[in-house]
């Protein structure tokens, strides 16, 4: 545990250089907590595919609904062709299956209208940022979707996927400015952050607020008295017992 500095130490460094001092610190103890998964890179469309089925969905139900959906169907040419219920079938135990089955479909179908293949291999020549703005311009396909497929993927671009409940921990932790929109919390963290970091960091980065968000910043009542950023933390210095409410979905 890191004790050295205090909070407020860290905070001047902040303002010194313009960065979030506390950043390497805070990803240091996330990875002691909760060592990231050592998972393979896949193909950015198989990500992109992956994140749609995983979206309000766990872990392993998402996984296992991605695995039967490359059995049924094991090429996307398969997946775009497939029969609708067949498609939702095959993602049955995950939240919206059928919507999901349809954004699925319908980003295959546009990916093959703009680019003939059906791939997204093809970015990694493109700039991080046109390379989000392609997907972003996909059906469906939002901030969170873009950036995980970038950073997730084979691609290994250095950008942050922001989720509803990773937002939490990082507004309450005070990475972000009070008030800053969801759309721009990725963006904020990345400015912050320490020149070095590169895409496997922000993996962890994310892994690691996933976790915290889970064990100890609930919705509601955080518990911050176990927490392993307490004395990194704004919203615990004001009191663990402070209810701070968000919005489940933001913007
Ligand atoms: S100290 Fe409390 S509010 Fe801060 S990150 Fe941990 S659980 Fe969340």
Redesign the pocket.
């Known amino acids: 545990m890191f004790h050295l500095c205090s909070y407020n130490d860290f905070m001047q460094m902040s303002l010194t250089f313009a960065r979030d001092g506390r950043l390497p610190e805070i990803l240091k103890r996330l990875r002691a907590s909760w060592p990231p998964r050592g998972q393979g890179k896949c193909d950015p469309l198989s990500q992109l595919i992956f994140v749609i089925v995983a979206a309000r969905a766990p872990g392993a139900s998402a996984l296992a609904a991605f695995q039967r959906l490359k059995r049924s169907f094991p090429r996307w040419h398969d997946v775009k062709l497939a029969d609708l219920d067949l498609l939702t079938r095959a993602l049955a135990g995950v939240e919206d299956a059928r919507e999901k089955a349809k954004t699925i479909q319908n980003i295959l179908r546009e990916i093959e209208k703009r680019h003939e293949y059906l791939e997204l291999d093809f970015l990694s020549d493109w700039s991080t940022s046109a390379a989000r703005q392609f997907l972003e311009s996909l059906p469906g396909v939002g901030p969170t979707a873009s950036a995980a497929t970038l950073n997730f993927s084979t691609l290994q671009r250095t950008v942050l996927s922001v989720s509803d409940e990773t937002a939490r921990?990082v507004r309450?932790?005070g990475i972000v400015p009070e008030g800053a929109v969801r759309s721009s919390l990725d963006r904020h963290i990345i400015e912050r952050m320490p020149t070095e970091w590169q895409a496997h960091d922000l993996t962890a980065l994310h892994q690691g607020l996933e976790k915290?968000a889970r064990h100890?910043?609930h919705h509601g009542r955080?518990?911050?008295k176990g927490?392993p950023?307490?004395d990194l933390?704004p919203?615990?210095r004001r009191g663990?017992g402070d209810v701070v409410q968000f919005k489940r979905r933001e913007d």
Do not use: D, I, K, V
Request: proline share 12%.
């Open positions: 921990p309450r932790l915290l100890f910043c955080p518990a911050c927490c950023l307490s933390c919203t615990a663990a």
